[in-house]
């Protein structure tokens, strides 16, 4: 377990001189890293703070790190150098911009020119903030997988029988990862129709969601060496949010018996500021009870992150009357049965070498209450049960023109609420 030393960055008195909400995702406690350009400026490394972007690059290039890390880190387009250079220098980094902005702190950067440092996100286009080499979709979810398993094999037992003895994962495609706000062409793809004797070819008619969270990894492994239970968060930088979008109808056809592919690969949302574990450090929880125990290499006391997340989707029609989004799930991070750190061990295991920037999530996160699913063929029981829309609409899967957006956020007594901002999509016709 990598645990913060003292610096105080998450205490809830700390305050920023910069104004921020009481309801920003981003307030001083928080401090995710992310990726931005302007007009006038290229893809840079920066930092939220309620309605701001601090300018990383121009930051580093005022000598504010230069104790801290060497300035190349901090002016790299994207986060893979920063990402590989590890827990003591990004806490060393967190430190000094925490300290660059707290109202009683290094005034260095509110006494000079603060507009050359501070961005407004609005004027910034976000984007994804790493190159991602490798992107991993894991099944970490009991009640998710147990849904799946009733709904598919209603007779028999919901769970395979590996599920409680590993991670189980697919390898997805990080080509078409995107980042918040870039619309979902409906893909295209073989399905085979209940009762056809042949499949056909076409747009999905099934087009679902899947709420999840991942982890950014920051050093790598070398090939033939794992990743150590008991070390893995040392290889953990943060978390994003994450919709694998998901085509039923094409993913039912292809995935047995080599899994998802085209039905996954068309598109994977994931949310523009990686949140760090120091600033989710306040919310860790202890891990769901695992039983039968896992083997030695995956036994740890274990921990997750109590981080509150929710789905929320408009209809064309919605917005054409100015009626806001309805909320149609809402659930929990903190019940994952296989926690990050398992998820990463069991990935290397076998000498599979990571590399800074490789994105791997949780897989879709359900509750077991009605309404805390996180993908439509569970909260429509496999189109059985529509939703019913404040408009009069129904939906059992997504609809030309829908846009869905995943929210997360963390919030207890004694602590600042913290957020990971948004992870929105709206989909296009085929």
Not at 99 to 113: H, M, P, S, T, V
Request: aromatic content about 8%; glycine content about 10%; hydrophobic content about 35%.
């Amino acid at each position: 377990m990598r645990v913060s030393d003292g610096d105080a960055t998450t205490d809830l008195p700390l305050q920023s001189w910069l104004p921020v909400s009481p309801e920003s995702d981003f307030p001083i406690q928080n401090l995710p890293f992310g990726s931005f350009s302007t007009p006038d400026a290229g893809p840079r490394i920066g930092i939220a703070i309620g309605d701001r972007i601090l300018d990383l690059h121009n930051a580093a290039g005022a000598g504010f790190f230069d104790d801290c890390c060497d300035r190349a880190l901090l002016r790299a387009p994207l986060l893979n150098p920063f990402l590989a250079a590890g827990p003591d220098v990004w806490t060393l980094v967190r430190r000094r911009i925490s300290n660059l902005l707290r109202i009683d702190g290094d005034a260095r950067l509110r006494e000079g020119n603060a507009d050359r440092f501070l961005i407004k996100r609005d004027d910034a286009a976000l984007r994804v903030p790493m190159e991602i080499g490798d992107y991993v979709d894991f099944y970490s979810s009991i009640e998710h997988a147990t849904n799946l398993g009733r709904l598919f094999r209603p007779e028999a037992e919901p769970l395979l029988p590996n599920w409680k003895w590993l991670p189980v994962g697919y390898h997805g495609r990080s080509a078409t990862i995107v980042i918040d706000g870039t619309p979902i062409r409906r893909p295209r793809g073989q399905r085979k129709p209940p009762g056809a004797a042949e499949p056909e070819f076409g747009p999905t008619r099934r087009l679902d969601i899947e709420l999840e969270m991942g982890f950014v990894v920051g050093p790598g492994n070398e090939l033939g060496r794992p990743v150590p239970i008991h070390g893995a968060e040392n290889h953990i930088f943060g978390f994003v949010l994450v919709n694998d979008w998901s085509a039923r109808d094409i993913q039912a056809w292809e995935y047995q018996p080599l899994g998802p592919f085209l039905g996954k690969s068309f598109a994977t949302t994931i949310s523009p500021w990686i949140v760090t574990l120091e600033a989710l450090e306040p919310f860790r929880v202890a891990a769901k009870p695992q039983d039968p125990p896992p083997l030695e290499y995956l036994k740890t006391d274990g921990s997750s992150y109590a981080v509150d997340l929710a789905v929320d989707l408009q209809t064309e029609d919605m917005r054409e009357r100015g009626m806001p989004p309805q909320r149609i799930s809402q659930t929990s991070f903190r019940d994952i049965y296989w926690t990050a750190a398992q998820q990463l061990a069991h990935a290397t295991v076998n000498g599979a070498a990571t590399r800074p920037g490789d994105l791997y999530a949780s897989g879709t996160i359900s509750g077991s209450a009605p309404g805390s699913q996180g993908s439509l063929i569970e909260l429509t029981w496999n189109g059985e049960r529509p939703i019913k829309l404040p408009d009069g609409e129904t939906r059992t899967f997504l609809e030309d023109g829908d846009e869905v957006t995943l929210h997360g956020w963390c919030e207890k007594p004694g602590a600042r609420r913290i957020g990971f901002g948004a992870a929105r999509g709206r989909i296009e016709a085929a």
